[in-house]
């Protein structure tokens, strides 16, 4: 690897608190092997405080007009006849540029799909003259994520790798998921864990996600799992007060606010359910904690939990009484076994690390042109 000295450039987004996951562990990697990283939030990059806007815009639509989300999906995100490139690229890539020049980086990497235009346009256009890549962190590819421009891609998802080459005409490789090490397989001290959340030793519990936001019908499913007898729930409500107060009202619920023990609680767990395929997801897969996907939220989080379902890293539940059959089926040993040997091969791929690292001379040059679309 070309590692000592190179300077990486990280691109994220404050959408949630899965893409920044993302880019502070890759770059706690990269400085640990020697490298200098520094991380950009794309949305601060666009002008009049439309970054801002943009993150409550999203978040107010997830919570409360998530059939509104699904429209834009379906029309800017899937479309084959979507604009091939947004207004939001060409605000951001003037201040893009000017920072490239200033960093002078050995590397751009993006793991947020604005990012990855942006960088896909200016790397097409000379504008950016170090590599560009881009660490796809969802298990579905929607064709944002997507410029001829970028030099290569890493992405989770073997079945994925073939799609993102046919769509931009770029190398894409399959690398392990960025997941921090305390998410591992281990034997916790589970009483304590127990006791610290208010769980009663006999409890079979069952992490409920909602991510960072606390957004989606996880309440609904509090309620299914609480009321089956078989299942206690512990709904981790994230940074959204409003549900947490609306679960934990004392009875079978248990809901929880932003946590720093979450491994702690991966390993005291049964089974997780998720509604968003995003990063808890992989921190469940390298915890070796089953994941069964419910109510997922619309666009990517439904378009990537049916990815994981497909690959058989997850199951995805698509009603109530196939959610308890997926958690009951769980119980058996074998079945348990498979499921988490599936998702733990995931983590046998080349570290993402290693891939960015590898030498310039590897790769060929990202094709020139002034063309900005993704599609054939």
Known sequence: MVTAGRRVLILSAGMGAGHDGVAAELARRLVADGAEAEIIDVLQLLPLRLGPMLRSGYQWVIRHAPWLYEATYQLFFVAKRAPSTSPLTLLAAAPLGRLAGRHRPDEVVSTFHLAAQVTGWLRRRGRIRARSTVLVTDFAVHRLWLHPGNDRYLCPNPAMTGHITAMTGRPALCTAPVVRPRFRPRVAECARTRARIGADPGDLLVLVSAGSWGVGAVTETARILASSGRYRPVVLCGHNARLRNRLGGGGTVLALGWRD????????????????????????????????????????????????????FSVHAPDAAALLDALDRLRDERQRDLQIARASALFTSMPAVAALMSAP?????????????CHR
Do not use: K, Q
Request: negative net charge; proline residues 9%.
């Open 361 to 373: 001379a590897d790769l060929p040059p990202a094709r020139t042109g002034r063309a900005g679309s």
């Open 261 to 312: 023990d979450v491994p702690e609680l991966m390993s005291a767990a049964h089974a997780l359910v998720d509604n968003a395929a995003g990063l808890t997801c992989v921190e469940a897969f390298a915890a070796g904690l089953p994941v069964v996907s419910y109510r997922p939220i619309p666009g990517h989080g439904r378009d990537g939990a049916l990815a994981m379902a497909r690959a058989g």
